[in-house]
Each structure stands twice: as structure tokens, then as C-alpha cells.
């Protein structure tokens, strides 16, 4: 809702305004007031978050991550998913780097997809 139409909607049945773009720290602050809420913050390890490692992992052979490169391209995402299932059956060293990639095509993460196959094919 725009600053524009607050005046006109506070009266009517309405508790609050939050103007565009929604801000989640305020929105959440006007939730914990109205609802009588009290938020419980936990601890993140960044272990949880953190990539795995380029070192950690073992990449297929140069084939394969150029097969892998070309599905990229062309943005077959499908095919990255599919290619990385049976590179684990090949391999099982494999599987943390054809996991983090079927992570990526899962979220349809093209760019980070791409990025991550070019640095194993200029190590090479």
C-alpha cells in the first residue's frame, strides 16, 4: 500500500500501515506488537551454510565437465540433473560435486550452475 491511501485505510478496520516495499524487520516487529509475540533468536553455525569446499570435492574427468559445461550453456537444467545422477553411479568420489550441482539446477541457479563448472574446466 502506497503512503498516498494510509489516511484513508486506518480507519477503516484496519490496525496498522506498512508502506511498499515491505520492510521484513518492520513487519515483523508490528507482528510481534500486535500479537503479543517474543521472538527467540538461534544461534547459526556457519557450518550449516558454507559450500563445499572446491578441495573436498573430485570432479569427474574433463569429458564429463565439458558434457556438463554444454548442458549448462544451453541451460538444460534437466540435463545437468540427469548427467549428475549417473555420474554418482559411476563414481562414488563424485558425489559431493554432481550433489552441489543438482542442488544448484534444483534451485534453477543457471549463472552459479555455469561458474561452478567453468572453475574445474580452467583447472584442467
Known amino acids: 500500500m502506497s503512503y498516498a491511501c494510509r489516511p484513508n485505510y486506518l480507519g477503516d478496520c484496519y490496525n496498522d500501515f506498512l508502506p511498499k516495499p515491505i520492510q521484513n524487520q518492520e513487519l515483523l516487529e508490528k507482528l510481534r506488537g500486535y500479537l503479543g509475540l517474543s521472538w527467540i533468536y538461534?544461534?547459526?553455525?556457519?557450518?550449516?551454510?558454507r559450500e563445499p569446499?572446491?578441495?573436498?570435492?573430485?570432479?569427474?574427468?574433463?569429458?564429463?565437465?565439458?558434457?556438463?559445461?554444454?548442458?549448462?550453456?544451453?541451460?538444460?537444467?534437466?540435463?545437468?540433473?540427469?548427467?549428475?545422477?549417473?555420474?554418482?553411479?559411476?563414481?562414488?568420489?563424485?558425489?559431493?560435486f554432481t550433489n552441489h550441482l543438482r542442488q544448484l539446477a534444483k534451485?534453477?541457479?543457471?549463472?552459479?550452475?555455469?561458474?561452478f563448472i567453468k572453475q574445474y574446466r580452467e583447472n584442467k
Open 42 to 49: 538461534e544461534e547459526i553455525k556457519n557450518e550449516e551454510f
Open 53 to 96: 569446499s572446491a578441495k573436498a570435492m573430485v570432479p569427474p574427468p574433463v569429458e564429463e565437465i565439458a558434457a556438463l559445461f554444454d548442458f549448462a550453456m544451453m541451460g538444460d537444467l534437466r540435463g545437468i540433473a540427469k548427467r549428475a545422477a549417473q555420474l554418482e553411479q559411476m563414481n562414488q568420489d563424485w558425489i559431493p
Open 107 to 115: 534451485g534453477f541457479e543457471e549463472k552459479q550452475i555455469l561458474d
